[in-house]
Every structure is written in C-alpha cells, then in structure tokens.
C-alpha cells in the first residue's frame, strides 16, 4: 500500500518562511491530486492548497501570494513554499492525495499523512 510521510515543520517567527514535503511511498504508478491541508486547535481541517498531476493549482484565500505549491512526479512527492507567515497559520499540516493507482493496477483513495506541525510566534 501507499503511505505519505511529511517533513518540514517547526517553528519561526512571523514573517519568516518554511518548507513542507511529503513523499509519497510504495508501488506507485500514478497520482492524481495532490494536496496540503491544515487543522488549528478547536477548528476544523481546512484546504490549504492542492495540484493536480498536470500542474493545475488551488489555493485558499488566506494563502494565496505567500504560499507555493509544487510537486515532484518523478519523486512522487508534493512541496509547500510557506512565506511571510503569521501567527494565524499556526497549525498542523497534513499531506493529502485523493486517489493513487500502485502495484499491479490497484487505487487508493483519500491519503493522508500524519501531519507536520507548524508553529509561528508573533
């Protein structure tokens, strides 16, 4: 089966910048979309940004203009570029693809990783 696994997080001070990756791993033949999303305490998860297997972006309004993000077929692995952050972004972050096709032609739906803690102070 397929796991996602991120890395990246920490803590900076506002205004500062991090970047998030997640590897997808296993026998990975194609990945549609993939994507970040994040979940402040006492708040519910929220779509941070997504890409599709073609390049295609999404992003939040909150987000957009000072977070980028990428992704690396040939590494199966997706990037987020946080820039200029703020207090409000603090959060933990989790890695998502909605549907991937592995071994001999099978698909997994939904991912998600375990999350990357991301911590800004003011």
């Known amino acids: 089966q397929v796991q996602l696994v991120e890395s990246g997080g920490g803590l900076v001070q506002a205004g500062g910048s991090l970047r998030l990756s997640c590897a997808a791993s296993?026998?990975?033949?194609?990945?549609?979309?993939m994507g970040w999303y994040r979940q402040a305490p006492g708040k519910q998860r929220e779509l941070v940004a997504t890409?599709?297997?073609?390049?295609?972006?999404n992003y939040a309004d909150s987000v957009r203009g000072r977070f980028t993000i990428s992704r690396d077929n040939a590494k199966n692995t997706v990037y987020l570029q946080l820039n200029s952050l703020k207090p409000e972004d603090t959060a933990v972050y989790f890695c998502n693809v909605d549907r991937v096709m592995y071994g001999l032609g099978r698909w997994q739906y939904n991912l998600w990783g375990q999350g990357t803690q991301v911590t800004v102070s003011s």
């Open positions: 890409i599709t297997s073609g390049g295609i972006t």
């Open positions: 296993g026998s990975i033949l194609s990945i549609n979309s």
